[in-house]
């Protein structure tokens, strides 16, 4: 087993003493980082832009505006007319479908028409109500009787 460690225990080495840097060095580290760093040739780049420093930075900042914006402009320009697309007219598609494929399509268990969606389509359109199925309090009884229900909550 090990016996347990102990830092009081163990004596601490001696400090070496630091000396104090030269007089003015920190002063002067910049300046010598700056000198070693290599100079490019910008008497080319300078000159071809020379002209734009010597515009007001509000003249540069609308310049530069109006360079993004043309870019947006010419890229818009560039893209083309969007595509027409045309639609047929809802009621004639649907005057297409026979009238025992969409009854067949709405008893189906994926589709599921609430009373808000008859609202709205009524609303649109009042005259199509003339289209809708007359039924009698009997007759939906005797069909919600049929229809079999596995949630109690129902019954």
């Known amino acids: 087993m090990k016996p347990p460690f102990k830092l009081d225990a163990h004596p601490r080495r001696p400090r070496p003493l630091l000396s104090e840097p030269p007089a003015g060095y920190f002063d002067q580290l910049p300046l010598r980082v ?6 490019p040739d910008a008497s080319e780049a300078t000159a071809v832009w020379r ?3 010597q515009l007001s930075p509000a003249l540069r900042t609308s ?6 914006l043309g870019g947006f402009v010419v890229s818009f320009y560039l893209s083309g007319p969007p595509a027409v697309r045309h639609f047929a007219a ?22 599921q028409v609430e009373s ?3 609202a709205v389509l009524t609303a ?14 009997a007759e939906l009884t005797e069909v919600l009787d049929a229809q079999p229900s596995e949630d109690l ?3």
């Open 34 to 39: 700056m000198a070693r760093l290599p100079h």
């Open 51 to 53: 002209w734009l420093s």
């Open 63 to 68: 310049l530069a505006s109006v360079a993004v």
């Open 90 to 111: 809802p009621t004639a598609s649907l005057n297409a479908v026979s009238h025992a494929e969409l009854v067949g399509y709405l008893l189906t268990s994926g589709a």
């Open 116 to 118: 808000a969606d008859l």
């Open 124 to 137: 649109a359109h009042p005259s199509i109500t003339q289209g809708f199925m007359e039924a009698t309090d």
């Open 153 to 155: 909550t129902y019954l």
